[in-house]
């Protein structure tokens, strides 16, 4: 009975982790462009040099503060959500939270494989893997239900009433 009164909120927590997770793999590919663009490229090899004569545990502090820097940006985010600077507002936040995740992605390429030198954070890593693939697990179901009732393939009532949509659509097409 608790396991099902949970269930909705576990859906929750799976989709936002994974929303995480295809930010965190979409923007990967964007910051790789980005670092094309400009200098970075040279920054990032300069970095990983560092970074191989630090120890694991100075490798983490690398990681982690490029992030902090960030923080105050979601807090003019906040301030300008409770002043109902709207659009303003959410501009800054999804910019805070995309640079965020970029930044986070880059940093973590150059410092992934000392940071799994420790053993603490491997297991980590394993988990959060683990996590993301059980989050898959939990969500593709309902992903391919409403994909299925999207497209009409299902049985189901909104199966029915998109398949005669469809139908409807297709008639005043072939009209004309």
């Known amino acids: 009975m ?11 927590l799976a989709v936002i982790f ?7 793999d979409h923007l990967e590919p ?9 200098p970075l490229r040279a920054f990032k090899q300069w970095l990983a040099e560092r970074v191989d004569t630090l120890s694991p ?7 982690i503060v490029p992030v902090i820097p960030l923080f105050p940006l979601k807090l003019v985010g906040l301030w300008l959500l409770t002043h109902e600077y709207w659009i303003s507002a959410i501009l800054t936040i999804i910019f805070a939270k995309f640079l965020g995740v970029g930044v986070a992605a880059f940093i ?15 297991r980590l890593y394993e988990f959060i893997i683990a996590l993301r693939a059980k989050a898959h697990e939990l969500v593709d179901p ?6 299925d009732n999207l497209l ?19 008639s005043v097409h072939e009209a004309r």
């Open 152 to 170: 009409g393939n299902g049985n189901g009532w909104s199966s029915r009433v998109l398949r005669l949509i469809q139908r409807f659509r297709k």
């Open 18 to 24: 994974l929303i995480e997770a295809w930010l965190w």
């Open 30 to 38: 964007i910051v790789a462009w980005f670092v094309a663009l400009i």
């Open 57 to 63: 545990a100075m490798t983490l502090i690398v990681f």
């Open 2 to 12: 608790i396991r099902r009164l949970l269930q909705p909120i576990w859906v929750l």
């Open 108 to 122: 973590f390429d150059v410092t992934r494989p000392k940071l799994l030198e420790m053993e603490w954070f491997e």
């Open 142 to 147: 309902i992903k391919l239900r409403i994909k």
